[in-house]
């Protein structure tokens, strides 16, 4: 069936940085772009990151620009998320989704993951 | 960026009343709007996209509706599974947001 599965979350301190993976299975994973988007606790749902089924499009929130990086490899169904200069406010469940028009983000995230949960604690 | 604004934050209603949530949008974003549905703990799930298409496992009591900037989800009828927070979402541009969140509580 279609899936997304995450992981590489845990505990880190302040500063350090963390790589998240996302396998996808069930579909055409080269045909999609990809999405990361978390939770903090309580909170509500904030988008982080795209990139486009090849990958030659990135793009990404203010607040993770310049310290989180979003990649993909095609040939293993893996979408990445490397988080650097990670703060304790990046604290969140981490998901990632596939966008339901395929390689166009025009109509929402159809797929999703479980999450996978950083907490950023000295 | 595009933001937007959901309202209200959370509401209470019975089982059978008629729910309504606003989204609006600080620009135009054409029908590129987006609903979700999550329940806690659980990953927020696609409800209704391009405004007003429901994906297949919607009931049809539920419906969007909207265009330009501001737009609507209604619950015709509020069943104890609908019970859950409801979040809109413009793909018109990035970086894709999110409204805050409406929670629909029991009354």
């Known amino acids: 069936q279609v899936q997304l599965v995450e992981s590489g979350g845990g505990v880190v301190q302040p500063g350090r940085s963390l790589r998240l993976s996302c396998e996808a299975s069930?579909?055409?994973?080269?045909?999609?772009?990809m999405h990361w988007v978390r939770q903090a606790p309580g909170k509500g749902l904030e988008w982080l990151a795209l990139?486009?089924?090849?990958?030659?499009?990135?793009y990404y929130a203010d607040s993770v620009k310049g310290r989180f990086t979003i990649s993909r490899d095609n040939s293993k169904n893996l979408v990445y998320l490397q988080m650097d200069s990670l703060r304790t406010e990046d604290t969140s469940v981490y998901y990632c989704?596939?966008?339901?028009?395929?390689?166009?983000?025009?109509?929402?995230?159809?797929?999703w993951g479980q999450g996978t949960v950083v907490t950023v604690s000295s | 960026d595009i933001q937007m604004t959901q309202s209200p934050s959370s509401l209470s209603a019975s089982v059978g009343d008629r729910v309504t949530v606003t989204c609006r949008a600080s620009?135009?974003?054409?029908?590129?709007l987006n609903w979700y549905q999550q329940k806690p703990g659980k990953a927020p799930k696609l409800l209704i996209y391009?405004?007003?298409i429901l994906q297949r496992w919607v009931p049809s009591r539920f419906s969007g509706s909207g265009s330009g900037t501001d737009f609507t989800l209604t619950i015709s009828s509020l069943q104890p599974e609908d019970f859950a927070t409801y979040y809109c979402?413009?793909?018109?541009?990035?970086?894709?947001?999110f409204g805050g969140g409406t929670r629909v509580e029991i009354k």
């Open positions: 989704a596939r966008s339901a028009a395929g390689s166009r983000t025009s109509d929402g995230f159809d797929v």
């Open positions: 069930g579909f055409i994973f080269s045909s999609y772009a």
């Open positions: 990139i486009t089924s090849v990958g030659g499009g990135v």
């Open positions: 620009q135009t974003i054409d029908n590129d």
């Open positions: 391009a405004v007003s």
């Open positions: 979402q413009q793909s018109n541009s990035a970086p894709l947001t």
